[in-house]
């Protein structure tokens, strides 16, 4: 089967870096999805690799090492609004449509 | 432009009533999928259409559920004589038709169902 492990939950102060880790098992692979939700909000998309390394957008980087099945979120510069869920993701080998989720890292910034 | 949008935004009912949950997605996204998400869990895949293929069902718990496509926009996601674990909110997401884009989803603001 598929599935994802994430950390369920991680704390860090203002100004600090985080990683969240995420580690997959996937019939075929599709790419590293990370998706950011607030409390009572909708999903929204983060970030995206398809191939090994790191990809940057602002303050935020992602990582996914194909080898060893493995990804991390990196968010620099904690703003207390980065407090959230974050969900990685890799799309279902099986439909190649719908994605796969773990079950998400609750990140709570502290001042 | 206009994001997804999700219909209505909560819906209480009694257990064994029928309800339909609606979804928006954006203009010229050709995939939708519906997702259930329980308080504090992850997003648990219901149900995928691809443009005019058959849609994948693999998800949907049980026989109680059904989504239907109509003219390749809206959808609708019905869910017959309601239980108690059917609360949830139930989030709708759309992507673009192609490359790696497609794994890009947009979600709506989710419907939040309360079975009583």
């Known amino acids: 089967g598929q599935s994802l492990e994430q950390p369920s939950e991680v704390t860090a102060v203002e100004g600090a870096i985080v990683q969240i880790n995420c580690t997959y098992q996937?019939?075929?692979?599709?790419?590293l999805s990370w998706y950011q939700q607030h409390d009572g909000g909708a999903p929204t998309f983060l970030s995206y690799n398809a191939l090994d390394g790191l990809e940057e957008t602002g303050r935020f980087s992602s990582f996914l090492s194909r080898s060893d099945s493995y990804g991390y979120l990196l968010l620099q510069e904690l703003q207390m609004k980065d407090s959230a869920s974050y969900f990685c993701?890799?799309?279902?080998?099986?439909?190649?449509?719908?994605?796969?989720f773990g079950k998400g890292t609750k990140l709570s910034v502290k001042p | 432009g206009a994001g997804v949008s999700q219909s209505p935004s909560n819906k209480v009912t009694e257990k064994g009533k029928d309800v339909e949950l609606r979804c928006d997605p954006i203009s010229g996204h050709t995939a939708l999928y519906w997702y259930r998400q329980s308080l504090g869990q992850g997003l648990e895949f219901l149900i995928y259409?691809?443009?005019?293929?058959?849609?994948?069902k693999s998800g949907l718990p049980s026989d109680r559920f059904s989504a239907e496509r109509t003219g390749g926009s809206v959808s609708t996601l019905t869910i017959q004589r309601t239980q108690q674990e059917d609360s949830a909110v139930y989030l709708c997401?759309?992507?673009?038709?192609?490359?790696?884009?497609?794994?890009?989803?947009?979600f709506g603001p989710g419907t939040r169902l309360t079975v009583l």
């Open positions: 996937t019939s075929g692979f599709y790419g």
């Open positions: 993701a890799v799309r279902d080998g099986g439909s190649q449509g719908n994605l796969i």
């Open positions: 259409f691809q443009g005019n293929s058959a849609p994948d």
């Open positions: 997401a759309s992507s673009a038709p192609t490359g790696t884009s497609a794994d890009t989803q947009y």
